[in-house]
């Protein structure tokens, strides 16, 4: 079993930063052989991707949206995946997830473990 507990999201303003934190932990859980992505889901919205790296090659996938303002990185001997939001707009309020697979892909059913989430609003 995969247990991913996530941190750091809040209220700031539009054009502000924030970095959330993904920390993973289990049983026989190797974190560095498991893709990760964060998604996010704003209210009514369906889940969305915003991005995914790869375990294998490092490859990582960006939401059109977020492309330039958002960098994924992981820190395989801390079992964790950081998220740093910059130039931070409205239209980026959600509720932010973790997610881990030993495959992944674009779409939530893709992903067999989550976080519970945190919220990150941003005022515009």
């Known amino acids: 079993q995969v247990q991913l507990v996530e941190s750091g999201g809040g209220l700031v303003q539009a054009g502000e930063s924030l970095t959330l934190a993904c920390t993973a932990s289990?049983?026989?859980?190797?974190?560095?052989?498991?893709?990760t992505g964060w998604f996010r889901q704003a209210p009514g919205k369906e889940r969305q991707s915003v991005v995914v790296?790869?375990?294998?090659?490092?490859?990582?996938y960006y939401v059109d949206s977020v492309k330039g303002r958002f960098t994924i990185s992981r820190n395989n001997a801390k079992n964790t995946v950081y998220l740093q939001m910059n130039s931070l707009k409205p239209e980026d309020t959600a509720v932010y997830y973790c997610?881990?697979?030993?495959?992944?892909?674009?779409?939530?059913?893709?992903?067999?473990?989550w976080g519970q989430g945190t919220q990150v609003t941003v005022s515009s």
């Open positions: 289990g049983r026989t859980f190797a974190f560095g052989r498991y893709a």
């Open positions: 997610a881990a697979d030993r495959s992944g892909g674009s779409y939530p059913q893709d992903w067999n473990y």
């Open positions: 790296i790869s375990w294998t090659s490092g490859t990582t």
